[in-house]
């Protein structure tokens, strides 16, 4: 169940990311994801050897357990450090390196992957521009449109004829698009890093019950046999 809950969490990661990444360059932002969702696979398979270990109580399983469940604790702990890292200046290093060019990039046709990430993150994130609409009018496509006038996924869900005309500001969403994408990306990072955190202190329990089971095989005396002559009953 841990295995899958956090394989849920970087496959969590990658499908979002999925969304924004074209205001990434640093593929390296991934770090995070790949690794808890390869922990989540090793995990599965170390609770598997676990399992059959403490049924049979075989001391070499029980240790093989404890050893693995320790590599993959410290490897969830570079997942923190990594995530932590990633929340703080980077992700909006990447973000405010590429979205000045990702704007720049927008053609407003629905088969361009640019043009699509732009219109998505305007209406998820209910914002428009780069730090506000005016930021529109310096884009190459406002001025080949010339027509005054920002994408209509700048315009408030609420209203239905909205045409994005920069005459009626009203109509279009006041906040930029840079600050909720870095808020929003940072959110993904504190998911790794709780549930990271989380089934850190779910393998602290486990390798502490396997230490208290393989105590108590140590503990336990000798199997002798009852009879030690050439014959038996």
Not at 81 to 90: C, H, S
Not at 165 to 174: A, F, K, N, Q, V
Request: glycine share 6%.
């Amino acid at each position: 169940a841990a295995a899958g809950i956090l394989c849920y969490v970087g496959a969590y990661v990658f499908i979002t990311y999925d969304d924004y990444d074209h205001f990434f360059e640093d593929v390296y932002t991934l770090i995070p994801a790949v690794i808890i969702i390869a922990v989540g696979t090793l995990l599965f398979i170390i609770g598997l050897i676990g399992c059959c270990a403490t049924i049979r109580e075989s001391r070499c399983g029980l240790a093989t357990f404890v050893i693995i469940l320790l590599l993959v604790f410290v490897t969830e702990v570079v997942v923190v450090v990594l995530g932590y890292i990633y929340r703080a200046k980077v992700v909006e290093d990447e973000v405010d390196h590429s979205i000045q060019k990702v704007y720049n990039g927008y053609n407003g046709t629905n088969p361009d992957a640019a043009s699509r990430a732009i219109d998505y993150v305007q209406r998820q994130l209910r914002c428009c521009g780069i730090h506000n609409y005016s930021d529109w009018e310096n884009t190459v496509w406002f001025k080949q449109t010339k027509n005054n006038s920002v994408p209509l996924s700048c315009c408030k869900a609420a209203l239905s004829n909205c045409t994005g005309s920069l005459t009626r500001p009203m109509d279009l969403y006041s906040e930029g698009c840079e600050a909720l994408v870095v808020k929003k990306l940072q959110e993904i990072m504190m998911y790794v890093i709780w549930a990271a955190l989380a089934f850190a202190a779910i393998q602290l329990l486990g390798m502490l019950c396997a230490c208290i089971v393989l105590c108590r095989r140590s503990r336990d005396p000798a199997y002798e046999l009852l009879i030690t002559g050439g014959t038996y009953a």
